[in-house]
């Protein structure tokens, strides 16, 4: 945890989000929340002491108590006048983004337009939190199911998406009936706390939307927490096993969506240019940081000879920093993630790789102390490899090579990770059995980043999720509410009295 310091100068505090107040945190730990791309202090975040994390469950369970009766209709009209509040602030909230965290300002967009459509999907939750019903399951007897909230839901998110996934979990939580405490990245909590500011804004009542700020301690607080009945938790594998493990047996619902190493497989009868170009894009785009970039191409046989037009596709991508125009590829989030990124390039060359194009320490005039490092492509990457076994999280794009489709379907399998996947071809036959046999959730064809749309719900397979419902669409309503079924008879005058019976029956 580097940069933790006392607040003695007059840089912006990160306020914390309790019982619909924004309160100075009175804890003794801060710290800097920086821009990538020129070392800026932005602002300060604070660590909340446990008094505030109790603080914030407290006014949640508080105001479960009312927001869970609160009708449908009403909840669906919040978030129809949220999604208007996120379209009218687009360009505030990609600007704050790029800041903090240095993606580019069109990839910022899309980050906050991919959890808007989120928003507009819970709008929809009249159509969503629907039980069933069986008429005349035994004489004059009716079976129904009610989906009931939760209580008192929490969430943890990573840096890579610091709009689109805190807008993964609340608005969904909240819509169906429970109250939330928000744990954003403390990496750059900046854009989640303008979007909590909105969410407000739209008419989320006073402790229904909670957010705090901190580490490994915070985190723990949460799993432990006897008031919190369930866990959204998205980042590393690491911290996520770690979250399931302590939070599973105090009895919490856990969903745990956590790292990749995703691979595509580029067959040979795949249109090329087509393809170098998403290779290209879903790797190198946003510095390689999104949890479903590619990672590792597998290219099947004639297919290996694309790699000096793939290095020079590369090479024409622009580095630099997020705000300026035309920019393809911003910096990495900290000096650390550079530094780390840098060392397993080393290693790549250490261990027998071909380093095919070279990205460390690239030339970013106007911006000579930023994060940068330049999309780099390693040629002929075996298992074994740090760098084929690790998530490197930066523009680094490694090429293995395979002789068929069996192979590279069983590569991939081997792999721990099941996050997300591609097949590039022209082939039908390639591409369905590709997705028949290959053991990843989320599966594109042509399609390098497949990340689904709201109605479906995002998934992973091994070690890439721990729970088994995922965020978002049809799933997350079951993750969020608890089925009752009710099994119901009326009696009328009509009715004649059968007696006492002793026998399991209606
Ligand atoms: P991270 O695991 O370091 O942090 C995630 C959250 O956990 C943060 O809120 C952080 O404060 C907290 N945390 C960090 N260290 C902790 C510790 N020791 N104990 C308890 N909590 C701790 O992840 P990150 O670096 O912010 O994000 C990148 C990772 O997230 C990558 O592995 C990426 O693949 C993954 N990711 C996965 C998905 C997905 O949907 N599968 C989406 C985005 C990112």
């Known amino acids: 945890m580097d940069a933790k310091v006392k607040p003695t100068t007059q840089v912006a505090t990160v306020k914390l989000l309790i019982g619909g107040e924004f309160v100075e945190s ?14 800026e202090v932005l602002a ?22 009312t927001w869970k009766k609160t009708p449908i209709g009403a909840r669906a009209r919040i978030f129809l006048k949220y999604q208007q509040l996120i379209r009218e602030n687009m360009g505030e909230l990609a600007a704050i983004l790029t800041a903090e965290q240095g993606k580019t300002l069109p990839d910022a967009e899309g980050d906050v337009f991919r959890g808007l459509e989120v928003v507009e999907h819970a709008a929809s939750i009249g159509n969503l ?9 035994a004489n004059g007897v009716d079976t129904y199911t009610l989906l009931q909230p939760l209580g008192v839901c929490a969430g943890i998110t990573p840096f890579n998406f610091p709009a689109m996934i805190p807008l993964w979990m609340f608005p969904m939580a909240i819509v169906t009936g429970n109250t939330f405490v ?28 909670n957010v705090i700020h901190g580490g490994e301690a915070v985190v723990n607080a949460i799993c432990d927490h006897k008031d919190i009945k369930a866990i959204s938790f998205v980042g590393s594998t690491k911290v996520g096993t770690h979250v399931y493990n302590r939070a ?49 191409a597998v290219l099947v046989g004639d297919a290996q000879k694309w790699v000096p037009e793939l290095v020079e596709k590369a090479k024409t991508l622009k580095i630099g920093a997020g705000t300026d125009k035309g920019v393809d590829v911003g910096p990495v989030i900290s000096c650390a993630a550079r530094d ?20 460390r320490k690239p030339s970013v005039p106007g911006y000579e102390t930023g994060n940068f490092v330049g999309p780099t492509v390693f040629a002929d990457v075996k298992p074994g490899m740090v760098i084929y076994e690790q998530e490197i999280f930066g523009p680094v794009l490694c090429l293995a090579n395979a002789a068929t489709i069996d ?26 059995k590709f997705q028949e046999e290959i053991d990843v959730g989320q599966v594109g064809i042509n399609v390098p980043i497949p990340v689904p749309v709201p109605m479906f719900s995002f998934t992973g397979s091994r070690a890439s999720k721990l729970g088994d419902l995922g965020p978002y669409g049809k799933q997350v309503i079951m993750f969020y509410t608890q089925t009752k079924t009710v099994t119901a008879r009326w009696f009328d005058d009509s009715t004649v009295s059968q007696g006492v019976n002793t026998t399991i029956s209606l």
């Open 129 to 137: 939190q629907l039980g069933e019903l069986a008429n005349n399951v």
């Open 26 to 39: 009175k804890t003794t730990e801060w710290r800097d929340v920086v821009n990538p791309a020129t070392q």
């Open 340 to 359: 780390r990124v840098n060392g397993l390039i080393e290693r790549g060359i250490a261990d027998g790789a071909t380093l095919a194009l070279d990205g």
């Open 182 to 209: 928000l744990k954003p990245s403390e990496q750059d909590p900046m854009v989640t706390m303008r979007l909590c500011e909105l969410a407000l804004q739209a008419g989320i009542p006073a402790g229904v939307l």
């Open 248 to 296: 599973i047996p105090t009895g919490k619902r856990v969903q745990c969506m956590m790292g990749a190493k995703n691979h595509a497989i580029v067959m040979p009868d795949a249109n090329k240019e087509q393809t170098l170009n998403a290779l290209a894009g879903a790797g190198f785009g946003a510095a390689g940081q999104r949890c479903m970039a590619v990672s590792v």
């Open 44 to 65: 300060r975040v604070p660590f909340a002491t446990p008094a505030e994390v109790d603080a914030a469950v407290a006014s949640a369970k508080d105001a479960f108590k």
């Open 407 to 432: 192979e590279a379907i069983e590569l991939i399998n081997a792999n721990p990770n099941g996050n997300g996947t591609a097949i590039f071809t022209q082939s039908g036959a390639a591409a369905r």
